[in-house]
């Protein structure tokens, strides 16, 4: 059994008087999915967000929705912007230190149901992912499973916008098959969750 859990991003928009707003939920998402769309995935909805607009309080409910559903999980994906996935994932993998299921997250550069939309393939890679990778945080985008707090965002255009610094890709599917290249350890020994971060934190830029 799989948690589809949903945070809006450009994956869930559809057109709005101003332009694309994120309005589909975990369980549209698993619709237009289609046949693609394995069985047994309960769909959640968080919030819906563009994810430029993601904050520690953000953080903090989307970790408490993976600690709320992770006992009746085999998996969980969940789907958010790409503009802030990368934060998202790295904060996540010291929140849910030592979780003994996969979190993974994916989104896409164009909304489910638009033509040429990298948003299936994603979602689909992501639930498949979700299988098969052991314990942690990872991002599934492009066709490639990146640690969660290895990943960065270097395009903004392209399908394939992330990637993994200073360690390989854990994974990448070929073929619809998720090949596992470089799996990593567990470091904790025993779930070790921090849901208490501080939000009042300012991030102040000078420059000379």
């Not at 619709?31 to 430029?52: C, H, N, W």
């Not at 596992?180 to 849901?195: G, Q, R, S, T």
Request: net charge negative.
């Amino acid at each position: 059994m799989l948690t589809l859990l949903a945070t809006g991003g450009t994956i869930a928009c559809t057109p709005g008087k101003n332009g694309l707003e994120p309005t589909l939920g975990a369980a549209d998402l698993l619709r237009m999915l289609g046949p693609a769309a394995p069985e047994s995935v309960r769909a959640r909805d968080v919030f819906t967000l563009d994810s430029s607009n993601v904050q520690p309080e953000e953080w903090r409910a989307i970790a408490q929705a993976v600690a709320d559903n992770m006992h009746n999980a085999d998996g969980i994906v969940i789907t958010h912007g790409t503009d802030t996935m990368a934060y998202t994932s790295s904060m996540l993998s010291f929140m849910l230190r030592g979780i003994k299921i996969p979190v993974v997250l994916t989104g896409a550069q164009y909304p489910m149901g638009m033509d040429g939309s990298d948003a299936a393939a994603n979602l689909g890679d992501a639930l498949t992912a979700a299988r098969e990778l052991p314990g942690g945080v990872y991002i599934a985008f492009g066709g490639s499973v990146i640690l969660g707090c290895r990943a960065v965002k270097t395009r903004t255009m392209s399908l394939n916008a992330f990637e993994s610094i200073n360690r390989p890709l854990v994974g990448y599917f070929e073929d619809g098959r998720f090949i596992m290249a470089d799996a990593p350890e567990n470091e904790a020994a025993h779930e070790d969750f921090f849901m208490d971060i501080e939000p009042r934190v300012a991030l102040i830029k000078l420059i000379p």
